[in-house]
């Protein structure tokens, strides 16, 4: 199982980023799709979670309204688009695919600064 993230960058606040995520070596249309995030000197929290069966989405109260999680099964791809970015957002965005195990991948860096 491979996941690799990619779209992270700089932004100013205010801007806007979208992550990729995709997978291989899953069915990936099976597996319940996950963002989380790392900040310097801070544990990893979640983001964002998009179901397997009816794509029905959640998000952390402190990223809820500004991103959108969705998925492309024909791609095999995960999405966050990030908007209204906060310098709070700067973090590692981690992918996360379970299906009773759980895969991560490498993480993307977005920085939130002017």
């Known amino acids: 199982v491979q996941l690799v993230e990619s779209g992270g960058g700089l932004v100013q606040p205010g801007g806007s980023l979208r992550l990729s995520c995709a997978a291989s070596g899953v069915t990936f249309s099976s597996y319940v799709m996950r963002w989380y995030r790392q900040a310097p000197g801070k544990e990893r929290e979640w983001v964002a979670t998009?179901?397997?069966?009816?794509?029905?989405?959640n998000y952390a109260d402190s990223v809820k309204g500004r991103f959108t999680i969705s998925r492309d099964n024909a791609k095999n791809t995960v999405y966050l688009q990030m908007s209204s970015l906060k310098p709070e957002d700067t973090a590692v965005y981690y992918c996360?695919?379970?299906?009773?195990?759980?895969?991560w991948g490498q993480g993307t860096q977005v920085t939130v600064s002017s």
């Open positions: 996360n695919a379970f299906r009773l195990l759980n895969y």
């Open positions: 998009i179901a397997s069966r009816d794509d029905s989405t």
